[in-house]
């Protein structure tokens, strides 16, 4: 996976076109993220920067090369002409208009009686030049009075929406890292001490599971005040604690920082504790020759019911040459060792039960993810932790308050190492109603089926609730909004649905679906012969025009039709105003079956009450689709902390509508976000395809959630 890092306050006409450039790519095989800082320039005093798969840097212009070479094997038969367009394209980024003018008289003259600008079908080419144009602000005068160039970037636009939702993502991201954090009020003046020379912080998470909301939260919390806080930007280290083998894996590790990409959190360093086994096992050898560690081989149910009575182990008294030889069987995988831990000697009977001599070593003879089987022993999060953060030079470990019991046996583990003391602030966890954000039982939901996978909508990982149709701009100010409290609350689901309407609602086309159970014919008169009109498919003109089919057979749900009677006057939305002439009634059921109807577009629609969506009853016009909904997974409010997940699932959890659409649909693309009018938002998860129903799942907002 690329990541392209983008200066969004850079020249809009040098850095758009590399962004949609991103999008192309991966729409066609290439797996891009886009992160966006808000500055004019890069660190490198770059505006752009792309970091490839296979770890190269790339830099502004030749990013835009390296996208054509990617795809260039199938993708692009005029590579030649791809070339040179690419390079022409640095003539339209002025801002004077005297030398724009003979640039811009070349692309109308090659535009003549051309749809695409290199060869039959949609090119880089194509896109490069379309996101300069869209971009410079000097040029939108002669672009208007080119027929041509006006024709060409008209049809580029409409015939691929995906462009859109690439600018308008541009245009958020533009300003949303501060506004967002400012427009929600959270105080982020929390004191930290000791921040002159620069924070280093770190988020340190388990590659045994996809990044879920929580995660998120503390990966944004902690990306803020590495780099927003102090006086000057410090460091974000993500480092991937993966001490156990039996739960870790690459895919896990990969799609963690794929996530963390998207939500636009660049680690500044990523490391993992796998690199420091070899230290760890030597730094661990030290309290157990200075007797604060010991070995003890007592059965875990029985050791968990003395740790809970403050009873001590039997082991407690293990001499320092026993445990030290233990600890060597253990490492080398020998018999006789895999029955042992090692403990740290803290407490036996402490009010902190975290302090009641918590296990720091472990045997695992299960094959590690990056080590393979060089370890047989692993240390656990309380012995690495703090070793970790402490030679990482982290300053400020940020992490959630139900580890606040913890900090007590943190600081003692650091002392006890001989290590720096590191300095901790908690924060509340993110919870919400209705909702299990512990990995272990989110594994168990994913491993029971009764969900699709790690990035079902119904789960609240960062793959599922963007998958349902959240904006990642709407997931980050929802987050930031927060704020580092340290006030536990179940939130609700809803006040995250409502910020993420905001941002969809203005990039939402409006588009027209009936159900297809017991749909209503409706026979118009008044209409001569089937007609068709371009009509705004939203109020903001730059998402461009669809097709409205009019004809004499027309199709309601039933819903609507049961509200109707006859001789009222309605308004079919996108048409005028009709009369219910006659209302046919099925006798078993009390259904509506047909309807008669007669124009009378000479009135005004603002006098009638009821507006209703109708679909024109043309095979043409009548794309199929499957409208998706979804319940909470879990009945309770709350669950509780050892309460089964599986007796507490909702089901169902989701409904299907089979419905009818209009024939736009049939060009809407994976991940556009639209609206049917009267039935909600929808993100299009599998695109209409011969004849192959679309699939579109049903956007919360934030009323309904």
Same mark, same amino acid.
């Given at each position: 996976m690329a990541t392209l890092t983008v200066a969004s306050r850079a020249n809009a006409a040098l850095v758009l076109p590399a962004v949609l450039?991103?999008?192309?790519?991966?729409?066609?095989?290439?797996?891009?993220?886009?992160?966006?800082?808000?500055?004019?320039?890069?660190?490198?005093g770059n505006s752009l920067k792309l970091v490839t798969a296979d770890g190269d840097c790339i830099a502004d212009e030749a990013i835009l090369d390296f996208f054509h070479k990617a795809m260039n094997v199938s993708f692009s038969r005029k590579r030649v002409e791809v070339d040179e367009w690419l390079k022409r394209r640095a003539s339209l980024v002025f801002d004077d208009y005297k030398a724009l003018c003979k640039p811009m008289e070349e692309l109308e003259s090659h535009l003549t009686l051309r749809s695409y600008i290199v060869g039959y079908s949609l090119t880089l080419a194509d896109i490069v030049i379309w996101g300069t144009l869209r971009g410079n602000p000097a040029i939108v005068g002669l672009r208007r009075n080119s027929l041509n160039i006006t024709r060409w970037f008209s049809f580029i636009e409409d015939s691929n929406p995906w462009i859109t939702g690439a600018v308008a993502g541009f245009q958020n991201h533009a300003r949303q890292r501060k506004a967002a954090a400012s427009a929600a009020g959270a105080n982020y003046n929390i004191g930290l001490a000791n921040t002159e020379n620069g924070i280093v912080c770190r988020f340190p998470p388990e590659p045994s599971g996809y990044l879920h909301i929580g995660h998120a939260k503390a990966a944004l919390l902690n990306s803020y005040f590495a780099h927003e806080y102090g006086p000057r930007r410090g460091t974000l280290i993500c480092r991937f604690d993966d001490t156990n083998p039996s739960k870790e894996s690459q895919e896990f590790q990969d799609s963690i920082?794929?996530?963390?990409?998207?939500?636009?959190?660049?680690?500044?360093r990523i490391s993992h504790s796998s690199d420091y086994f070899r230290q760890m096992y030597e730094a661990c050898v030290k309290p157990i020759k200075a007797g604060r560690?010991?070995?003890?081989?007592?059965?875990?149910?029985?050791?968990?019911?003395?740790?809970?009575?403050?009873?001590?182990?039997?082991?407690?008294?293990?001499s320092i040459d026993k445990s030290l030889a233990v600890f060597e069987a253990m490492k080398s995988g020998a018999e006789d060792g895999r029955?042992?831990?090692?403990?740290?000697k803290i407490s036996v009977d402490g009010v902190n039960k975290a302090l009641r001599d918590p296990v720091i070593y472990r045997c695992n003879h299960q094959p590690h993810h990056r080590t393979g089987t060089a370890w047989k022993v692993y240390p656990t999060y309380d012995f690495c932790a703090p070793f970790m953060d402490s030679i990482e030079q982290v300053t400020h470990a940020l992490r959630t308050n139900e580890y606040r019991d913890r900090?007590?046996?943190?600081?003692?583990?650091?002392?006890?190492?001989?290590?720096?003391?590191?300095?901790?602030?908690?924060?509340?966890?993110?919870?919400?109603?209705?909702?299990?954000?512990?990995?272990?039982?989110?594994?168990?939901?994913?491993?029971?089926?009764?969900?699709w996978g790690?990035?079902?909508?119904?789960?609240?990982?960062?793959?599922?609730?963007?998958?349902?149709?959240?904006?990642?701009?709407?997931?980050?100010?929802?987050?930031?909004?927060?704020?580092?409290?340290?006030?536990?609350?179940?939130?609700?689901?809803?006040?995250?649905?409502?910020?993420?309407?905001?941002?969809?609602?203005?990039?939402?086309?409006r588009y027209t679906a009936i159900p297809k159970a017991k749909a209503v014919t409706a026979w118009v008169d008044g209409i001569d012969a089937n007609s068709s009109t371009e009509m705004p498919k939203h109020k903001n003109p730059e998402l461009g025009m669809?097709?409205?089919?009019?004809?004499?057979?027309i199709l309601l749900s039933q819903d609507d039709a049961r509200l109707l009677k006859e001789h009222e006057v309605i308004t079919l939305m996108n048409w005028g105003n009709a009369t219910i002439t006659k209302?046919?009634?099925?006798?078993?059921?009390? @259904?509506?079956? $047909?309807?008669?109807? !007669? *124009?009378?577009?000479?009135? %005004? +629609?603002?006098?009638?009450?009821?507006?209703?969506?109708?679909?024109?009853?043309?095979?043409?016009?009548?794309?199929?689709?499957?409208?998706?909904?979804? @319940?909470?997974? $879990?009945?309770?409010? !709350? *669950?509780?902390?050892?309460? %089964? +997940?599986?007796?507490?699932?909702?089901?169902?959890?989701?409904?299907?509508?089979?419905?009818?659409?209009?024939?736009?649909?049939?060009?809407?693309?994976? @991940?556009?976000? $639209?609206?049917?009018?009267?039935?909600?938002?929808?993100?299009?998860?599998?695109?209409?395809?011969?004849?192959?129903?679309?699939?579109?799942?049903?956007?919360?907002?934030?009323?309904?959630?």
């Open positions: 450039s991103a999008a192309y790519a991966t729409r066609h095989g290439l797996q891009v993220s886009v992160v966006f800082e808000d500055v004019v320039s890069l660190d490198s920082l794929y996530d963390l990409s998207l939500l636009g959190v660049v680690p500044d560690a010991y070995a003890d081989n007592t059965v875990l149910e029985v050791m968990r019911d003395q740790r809970r009575r403050g009873i001590a182990s039997a082991c407690r008294t293990t029955q042992w831990c090692i403990r740290a900090n007590a046996q943190y600081h003692w583990m650091q002392d006890a190492l001989g290590l720096r003391r590191v300095e901790i602030w908690d924060f509340s966890r993110l919870n919400f109603v209705r909702t299990v954000l512990s990995k272990r039982k989110l594994t168990s939901i994913v491993e029971s089926g009764a969900v790690w990035d079902d909508p119904r789960m609240p990982t960062v793959r599922g609730v963007r998958r349902r149709g959240c904006t990642i701009s709407a997931l980050r100010q929802f987050i930031l909004k927060q704020g580092p409290s340290q006030n536990i609350v179940n939130m609700d689901w809803s006040r995250l649905w409502a910020i993420n309407k905001k941002h969809i609602d203005p990039i939402a086309a669809k097709k409205v089919v009019f004809s004499k057979e209302i046919s009634t099925d006798s078993p059921t009390g @259904d509506i079956s $047909i309807l008669q109807l !007669k *124009l009378d577009l000479q009135s %005004d +629609v603002k006098n009638t009450e009821k507006k209703i969506t109708w679909l024109a009853k043309e095979p043409a016009n009548m794309v199929p689709v499957e409208l998706h909904a979804f @319940d909470y997974l $879990i009945t309770k409010e !709350k *669950l509780e902390k050892d309460e %089964d +997940v599986a007796s507490c699932l909702t089901s169902p959890s989701e409904t299907r509508t089979e419905a009818w659409a209009d024939c736009n649909v049939m060009d809407l693309c994976e @991940d556009d976000i $639209i609206q049917f009018d009267r039935t909600g938002y929808f993100r299009v998860d599998r695109p209409w395809c011969n004849g192959q129903p679309a699939i579109m799942f049903n956007i919360p907002t934030g009323r309904d959630a």
